[in-house]
Nanobody, 124 residues
């Protein structure tokens, strides 16, 4: 089992920045691909970014590319999502997820463990 706890969400004005953190406990953190997903009210959960176990490769949804950066610190069992130039359409509950395997995925079904989520609200 892997337990994931997100933090860092909040209310920010458009153009601002936030950094989300997700701390993992349980199994060896470095064995897992880590992903961030988000879900806006009335919409399906969507992929944001993932990073492989070594941190050498990451992948982003087109909607956040160039604005968001995913990173991880395996010594701290933590994955981060730095979000810059935020837009009102980024408003959502953000979830981190852990998946077994060497390669990442944009699909939520590929992830085995999920956090409870943290709310991000961007005002215009």
């Amino acid at each position: 089992q892997v337990q994931l706890v997100e933090s860092g969400g909040g209310l920010v004005q458009a153009g601002g920045s936030l950094r989300l953190s997700c701390v993992a406990s349980g199994r060896t953190f470095s064995n897992y691909v880590m992903g961030w997903f988000r879900q806006a009210p009335g919409k399906e959960r969507e992929f944001v970014a993932y990073i492989i176990w070594s941190g050498d490769w990451s992948y982003y949804a087109d909607s956040v590319k160039g604005r968001f950066t995913i990173s991880r610190d395996n010594a701290k069992n933590t994955v981060y999502l730095q979000m810059n130039t935020l837009k009102p359409e980024d408003t959502a509950v953000y979830y981190c997820a852990a998946g077994k395997g060497a390669s990442g995925s944009q699909f939520s079904a590929s992830y085995d463990y999920w956090g409870q989520g943290t709310q991000v609200t961007v005002s215009s």
